[in-house]
């Protein structure tokens, strides 16, 4: 069997911390071990470390702040497994989570592998409507890592595992701000090592439950993706236009309904119709369907002009590579 190590990288969330773990002294399979790394957090987590050492086989760190993925690196040098997984501090595990990553890499082996999201029944309305904003095929849902229908599957960071020999081929996560997972996701491929999505294996991610931290996250997102296409050429598919296609069609349709006809108007009137019948039918929430209108569109817009800035600014007047709200970077 293989011996697996739960990397978690930490900054100021002492109270995710607990729950994390918490869902973690409940696994039907124990046999696993919890690397903490805490990237020079002011508000430290080791209290809450402490109180589940006799349950968990934990250790903890304490580094200097360099963000999550130079974090999970750390991990990965301290974690003792030959298997290691990587999850957010945001995320809540169900109970079998272990057992039924084992059970399927022991049948059907693969280098590396990812597992989707989901909404916890006791999450906050509006935590369930970005959780459906990330993961509907209305939204971009389809091209975040929940499907295999793109390709070659691209495990995503809040639930992501891999082998220690990917590891030392690929050298763990970059140094990339934004877009780090995709980024190794890609170099583990380019390696010729395997990857895989285990549907059963999801997680219940909360998620920041800030609007405009959410924003801030999307958009840093949509400039991931260029950044990504040039260190990886050929990565970028047409579906990744979808997003700003979609902000340019919004504006487009918005002046035409103002300056033109209101019928211009119908479309996006159509689109939003869509997004509440859906998200209340998969919530049975008239409430979370209201908010689904406005954290979808959230997520369509800061992705859309995300992506248009970094295209703008890399693929037409060749700058280097940048991002956004920098210190946003564990939201």
């Avoid at 900054?11 to 995710?16: A, D, I, L, S, V």
């Avoid at 991931?224 to 487009?252: D, Q």
């Avoid at 119709?273 to 369907?289: E, V």
Wanted: glycine share 8%; aromatic share 14%; with cysteine.
């Amino acid at each position: 069997m293989l011996k697996i190590s739960l990397i978690i990288p930490v900054f100021n969330r002492p109270g995710e911390v607990e729950e994390l773990l918490q869902s973690l002294s409940i696994q039907t399979d124990k046999d696993f071990e919890i690397v903490i790394v805490e990237d020079g957090s002011t508000k430290s987590s080791l209290q809450v470390v402490e109180s589940y050492t006799d349950q968990l086989d934990i250790k903890y760190f304490f580094k200097a702040n360099s963000g999550p993925g130079p974090s999970r690196n750390f991990g990965s040098e301290e974690a003792s497994g030959d298997y290691l997984i990587f999850l957010d501090s945001d995320c809540v595990i169900p109970p079998d989570y272990c057992s039924i990553v084992k059970e399927r890499l022991s049948s059907s082996y693969a280098d590396a592998f990812g597992g989707p999201d989901r909404a916890h029944p006791d999450f906050t309305k509006f935590q369930k409507a970005i959780n459906f904003s990330m993961t509907s095929f209305l939204t971009t849902g389809g091209i975040r890592g929940g499907t295999e229908k793109m390709g070659k599957f691209h495990p995503r960071s809040f639930n992501m595992g891999y082998s220690r020999e990917v590891y030392k081929a690929t050298g763990g996560f970059s140094q990339m701000r934004f877009g780090e997972d995709v980024d190794l996701s890609l170099r583990i491929l380019e390696n010729g090592f395997s990857t895989t999505l285990i549907k059963d294996a999801f997680v219940y991610h909360k998620r920041r439950s800030n609007l405009r931290q959410f924003f801030k996250q999307v958009y840093n997102s949509g400039i991931a993706r260029i950044n990504l296409h040039k260190r990886h050429p050929g990565s970028m598919k047409l579906v990744h236009f979808a997003p700003a296609l979609f902000t340019l069609g919004c504006m487009g349709l918005i002046l035409l309904g103002v300056f033109i006809s209101p019928w211009f108007l119908a479309p996006l009137a159509l689109h939003i119709l869509m997004l509440f019948i859906l998200a209340t039918f998969q919530n049975r929430s008239l409430g979370i369907g209201l908010l689904a209108i406005l954290t979808s569109y959230t997520q369509l817009l800061a992705y859309g002009t995300g992506f248009l800035k970094a295209f703008w600014r890399r693929l037409i007047l060749g700058r280097d590579e940048f991002s956004a709200f920098n210190r946003n970077f564990y939201k």
